[in-house]
């Protein structure tokens, strides 16, 4: 977006994505070295003060980060980048999952920048650092600050910075959004018309802001001290952008950390969303990286051109479930030769089922989490309608959002426009989750799955709705499309052992929609398929006697006395899938046409 198409605003961009390594042939020769720079003796104390809180490691061009920093392999992720590149340049534009590969894409995004004289400044955080301060948000104004120091375009700066540093000597001891003031706003205001802004920069990156664990040291670990530091951090980011005397954009890269999303999503139209799912077609990216790794070390290992098949190289994508993180890993472990040859490296990769002792996550209620994935896994019929799913789950409005907060790495729930969807970014997720051998901790049968699907039904047609719309303050009707939706479905969830009334079957033939007859005769199987040959459970009675009388007003075939016993032994196929037409208890067939 154009910082003049809204007043006091300018463009603020986020990435909604997961941040990981991936390696690639990059050579970095531009290593910044801060120690050694240049400045007056007038200025020295007041610099000094400055670079004892610049995050040296947290420059794009670092000797920390160096030249195996994560970027972009050639030719992979272009569409992304040219999208990127293109909103800088001209128009507008946060980037996807864990492991898509989006630290790589800021680490290209940068050189680019740099190469371009577009690139005014860059922070990138890191939870893996052996630097502290790269977790730590207490000197990222003042590592940005040092950056757009070093463009001589902008002028008068630093000796504005300077004088400010000499007026407040503590000012590094301030919270940020003081130092964002004090040295980088009021200074910006100050030399405003001292240069031509088109010759000036125009983007910061700040990239991993989920990594960011607090403000001081004795904060890492703490959820709440991550989330403050974190706030505080966009609650800068957006200050800077909503000042005139600011004209830089930001790139923030990201996951979809839920206040990180709640953030930006509160500001739709200032921010351009890059997330990188399949729009971005990553497969064919991932092979390409695969296909060059794999032969690098062929040529390297003098190994035979057949020695990985195509047929290996379509598992490893499809394996890869679009995170360049799993690719990546594959290609680091074939080139160790510490481990051993690369071709039997590639075999155990290959036969590798089962990855013990893992915990993707630590959600707040974690066997509900698990019991909601699976559920949503069941419910994969309706795909298309992520609000049903959501309608259906739900106790409480925002009730998805806590269940599932700590897993938006993995599992997608709100689309670009806000509304909800359940996206599984990692296949291995759902199978992990199945296998009681991988996930003894937080495993969850078929069985209980079934009795938490079937309970949330039956819950929904005591409470005639939703159960969020009940809890919630104005409650709304249930809509006329979930109701009909609920009642279709619902032979193939009934739970024939809990209490029912007439009344709730009349409630659910009343919503079950024109033209659903064979959903009649699938509940009419269905509440039986739990009975014994000798007694029929009490929903059963409830739900047949009804059924057969709503057959009977309709003038419907019903079965006969023999076809009753049969079904003792021998049960009406419970599915609205299977010769419903020839079910004992049908609507009569429509008389023949005239030849």
């Known amino acids: 977006m154009d910082a003049s198409s809204l007043p006091n605003t300018h463009s603020l961009v986020a990435k909604r994505a997961d941040i990981r390594k991936v390696t690639g042939d990059y050579h970095d020769n531009s290593v910044t070295n801060i120690k050694n720079i240049q400045i007056s003796s007038l200025g020295r104390r007041e610099m000094d003060a400055l670079l004892n809180h610049v995050v040296h490691g947290a420059l794009h061009d670092s000797a920390e980060r160096g030249p195996d920093a994560p970027k972009c392999h050639p030719d992979t992720r272009t569409a992304v980048q040219r999208d990127m590149m293109s909103w800088i340049r001209h128009d507008p534009l946060a980037l996807g999952p864990a492991g898509s590969g989006k630290t790589a894409i800021a680490g290209t995004i940068a050189d680019e920048c740099e190469k371009e004289g577009l690139l005014a400044a860059t922070f990138f955080f890191s939870a893996f650092s052996v630097s502290i301060d790269r977790r730590l948000s207490k000197n990222a104004v ?296 991988r996930n003894a901790d937080l495993y969850v049968d078929k069985d209980a799955i079934d009795l938490f699907i079937k309970n949330r039904y039956y819950e929904i047609i005591q409470g005639r709705g939703p159960l969020s719309d009940a809890a919630a303050t104005l409650a709304q009707p249930p809509s006329k499309e979930f109701l009909n939706r609920l009642c279709n479905w619902l032979p193939g969830f009934i739970d024939p052992s809990r209490k029912y009334s007439s009344a709730d079957v009349e409630w659910w033939l009343a919503n079950l929609g024109e033209g659903r007859d064979a959903e009649v005769s699938w509940m009419f199987a269905s509440i039986h398929e739990k009975c014994d040959w000798y007694h029929c459970l009490s929903a059963c009675d409830v739900w047949r006697n009804r059924l057969l009388r709503h057959g009977r007003e309709r003038g419907w075939r019903l079965p006969t006395a023999k076809e009753m016993l049969q079904d003792r032994v021998k049960k009406f196929k419970p599915s609205a899938m299977h010769g419903w037409s020839k079910h004992p208890l049908r609507p009569p067939s429509p008389p023949a046409s005239e030849p």
Request: aromatic share 10%; with cysteine.
């Open 142 to 437: 003042s590592t940005l600050l040092y950056s757009l120091l070093q463009h001589k375009s902008i002028v008068g700066l630093k000796e504005e910075v300077l004088a400010a540093i000499d007026g407040d000597p503590v000012i590094f001891e301030r919270h940020l959004d003081q130092q964002l003031e004090k040295l980088i706003l009021r200074p910006l205001r100050k030399v405003a018309g001292l240069s031509d802004r088109r010759h000036w920069p125009k983007v910061i990156i700040v990239d991993g802001l989920d990594e960011c664990e607090g403000c001081s040291e004795s904060d890492v670990g703490d959820p709440e001290s991550r989330t403050k530091a974190q706030k505080e951090i966009l609650s800068v980011l957006s200050r800077a952008c909503a000042d005139l005397a600011f004209p830089f954009r930001f790139i923030v890269a990201s996951r979809p950390e839920p206040v990180i999303q709640h953030f930006f999503s509160a500001s739709p139209d200032l921010v351009l969303n890059i997330f990188l799912d399949d729009k971005y077609d990553p497969d064919a990216d991932i092979r390409l990286f695969l296909e060059a790794m794999l032969s690098d070390i062929r040529r390297r290992f003098s190994l035979s051109s057949t020695w990985v098949s195509k047929a290996v190289i379509d598992t490893l994508v499809k394996e890869s479930s679009g995170q360049f993180i799993y690719a990546a890993t594959v290609i680091r472990f074939l080139d160790n030769p510490r481990l051993g040859p690369p071709q039997e490296q590639l075999n155990r990769v290959l036969e590798w089922q089962r990855l013990d002792n893992s915990a993707p996550f630590a959600p707040p209620k974690p066997f509900l989490a698990v019991k909601w994935l699976l559920f949503v896994k069941e419910h994969n019929m309706f795909a298309d309608e992520p609000l049903y799913i959501k309608e259906l789950l739900e106790s409480y409005p925002g009730e998805t959002e806590y269940v599932l907060r700590s897993l938006t790495s993995l599992v997608g729930i709100v689309d670009e426009s806000g509304g909800p969807r359940f996206d599984f970014y990692h296949k291995s997720l759902l199978d992990f989750l199945k296998d009681p051998k």
